[in-house]
């Protein structure tokens, strides 16, 4: 008979004592937004100064592409650009495997 008791007396306890709803998902709300601005937010400000960076191509940019090919850009398009290479040799690449400046690599040229 003592058991009884107990036994209601502690499902009582446990049964006051479950959180709201709301408190629920608050950890996972929480997690969402540490998440935006450690991952999501930084990706998007990238992905933005990369775009701004292939709209302000011009002839005569020397540039790197994302496989490592070196070269100054000769012609532009809307989706591709002609890259000089070395001794006239010429290629074609999707304007957005362009990886960035190559002065931002190996500096800008002294000017004499």
Known sequence: MF??????????????????????????????????????????????????????????DEVYTKSGILGKITGIADKAVTLEIENGAKMKILKSHIGGSAASIFGTPEKK
């Open 3 to 60: 058991d009884f008791i107990l036994s209601s007396a502690h499902a009582q306890t446990a049964a006051a004592a479950s959180p709201s709803p709301f408190l629920q998902f608050v950890p996972f709300v929480l997690i969402f937004v540490v998440m935006y601005f450690l991952m999501i937010r930084p990706q998007k400000k990238k992905m933005q100064e990369e775009q701004n960076f292939l709209t302000k191509l011009s002839h005569g």
